[in-house]
């Protein structure tokens, strides 16, 4: 759930020009003493050169590890040869060595916004989003746009590609995420919107182990539902949160008890197990009609119990926690900006297997003389209470942080927060000192000095991506696996890795 950065250009976007040109007269390889005595393995490239950046597009990536170290990675590989295209990159990690890249999506047309899952047995997936060529009408007279899905069952050695929805492109019709999860008996599921002519309707398939997708099911009943995030547990458990559309035409979506109530919020639908029904849609935010703000952005993430937290963009960072079937807390503002005109960019949220939490998010501070963006964190326990928000970048240093990350074991030894210096062309991870299951108000960091893993650069601000993982066996004292996967853009576009275990 992941690596989306959005910035404005301007001051920083000077400064981070220097640093680019900077890091280009260091040299092109990233070294492996950045990471010296961190824990982080030195930076490994484990894509090709590609060309360069697109001056509109982020070229995103994923990455996903399990407790045996066994890690998925994929990258979206853009090229302006020929009218364009663009392909889906991945790559293998596996016993501590990277297997050469390879290309998972077909070659034509443009397949764009990977995920990625891996589960304990050792079965992964990839998805993304296809969309025929627009430009090509003799060969695509009705170009539409289609959710694809790639999969290694354990222990094979041939990748199958399925095709789980398709529909129109063009018009109000959104590119989305296809986020999809890997359950520890290697059930998989996915989950995607579509634009049926009239609205976004979210929907869902699920993939046994050993069978074949099941037909796509409705998730959003018949709401406008758009930016699904799907969370998975190891029991095969799985949420579905979504944002209602800002521009929706549906009476009553957030609240069917008061059918002339119109804005946006968050709906949130479960499953339990792998062979579960989904439940109606629930709203677990506040409304916002369009004259107030909107609700955007939600994240859901599962603990092993199947209870959810689910974070949204409305007053700040928001967030609600089920502490028991069906059961939320109030929303609540746990990451709010004092100062005026500010952005929040790239929030994150990951949870143990025992609910506790961790969000972080980048916050661009427009005071004149700052124009930089910091990044903020906060912890979460199981029963819905969250520590002050805290500040990990230094305010007084010209660090400009940008693609905020975070990832937390299932058994919640290892804490994590990532994010890309603009201004110094680095990735950088910061590991929680403290306990991830108690929250306190005193002051003080319980956050590590920032460990710097590899270079990174990119046109812009709005362009640095960064994904980051993290996976550990659910019992208390088993080790615990990290890895980080973010862009770095030289004379051509490579994506770069590095590892961490505990």
Not at 354 to 363: D, E, F, H, L, Q
Request: proline share 5%.
């Amino acid at each position: 759930m992941r690596n989306i950065c959005f910035g404005t250009l301007g001051v920083r976007a000077r400064l981070g020009l220097i640093a680019t040109i900077s890091i280009l007269l260091m040299g092109a390889s990233a070294s492996p003493l950045l990471a010296a005595n961190s824990g982080w393995s030195g930076s490994t490239a484990v894509s090709p050169t590609g060309q360069p950046d697109p001056t509109r597009g982020a070229q995103l990536n994923d990455v996903a590890v399990n407790a045996s170290g066994l890690t998925i990675a994929a990258w979206d590989q853009y090229t302006y040869n020929n009218g364009g295209g663009a392909t889906i990159g991945a790559a293998v990690q596996s016993g501590g060595r990277w297997a050469a890249p390879f290309t998972i999506s077909g070659t034509t047309g443009f397949s764009m916004s990977p995920r990625v899952a891996v589960g304990a047995d050792g079965t992964m997936a990839v998805s993304w989003t296809y969309q025929d060529p627009v430009s090509d009408p003799v060969n695509y007279p009705n170009p539409v746009q289609k959710i694809q899905v790639a999969v290694l069952p354990a222990g094979a050695a041939t990748w199958s590609t399925n095709t789980l929805d398709q529909g129109p492109i063009g018009g109000v019709a959104i590119t989305q995420f296809v986020p999809v999860g890997v359950d520890e008996s290697g059930n998989i599921t996915a989950a995607w919107s579509m634009w049926d002519g009239a609205k976004h309707v979210v929907k869902a398939a699920t993939k046994r182990n050993g069978g074949a997708w099941s037909a796509a099911v409705s998730v959003s009943s018949g709401q406008d539902g758009i930016f699904p995030v799907l969370s998975v547990n190891a029991n095969g458990d799985a949420g579905v949160v979504f944002a209602i559309s800002p521009y929706t035409s549906t009476a009553g979506s957030c609240d069917p008890l008061q059918p002339s109530l119109q804005g946006t919020c968050a709906l949130y639908a479960f499953r339990s197990g792998p062979n579960g029904a989904w439940t109606s849609p629930t709203n677990v935010s506040e409304t916002l009609s369009s004259n107030v703000g909107y609700i955007s952005g939600p994240q859901v993430a599962l603990d092993a119990n199947g209870l959810a937290t689910v974070i949204y963009m409305g007053y700040g960072i928001e967030s609600t926690r089920e502490v028991s079937p069906g059961s939320w807390t109030q929303p609540a503002s746990i990451i709010q900006s004092n100062t005026f005109g500010s952005s929040y960019l790239s929030s994150d949220l990951a949870v143990d297997a025992n609910g506790n939490s961790v969000v972080a998010v980048s916050i661009f501070d427009a005071t004149p003389g700052v124009d930089r963006a910091s990044v903020w964190v906060t912890r979460g326990t199981s029963g819905g209470a969250w520590s002050p928000a805290e500040r990990l970048t230094d305010p007084a240093a010209s660090v400009d942080a940008y693609a905020t990350r975070v990832a937390v074991s299932p058994n919640g030894s290892l804490a994590l927060v990532g994010w890309i210096d603009h201004y110094h062309g680095v990735a950088q991870v910061s590991k929680l000192t403290g306990n991830l299951d108690q929250v306190s108000n005193l002051p003080g960091s319980f956050w590590g000095k920032a460990a710097t893993i590899g270079r990174s650069t990119a046109f812009s601000s709005f362009q640095e991506v960064m994904a980051l993982d993290a996976a550990s066996l659910d019992v208390v004292g088993s080790t615990a696996q990290a890895r980080a996967l973010w862009k770095s853009a030289k004379s051509g576009t490579q994506i770069y890795a590095s590892g961490y275990s505990q």
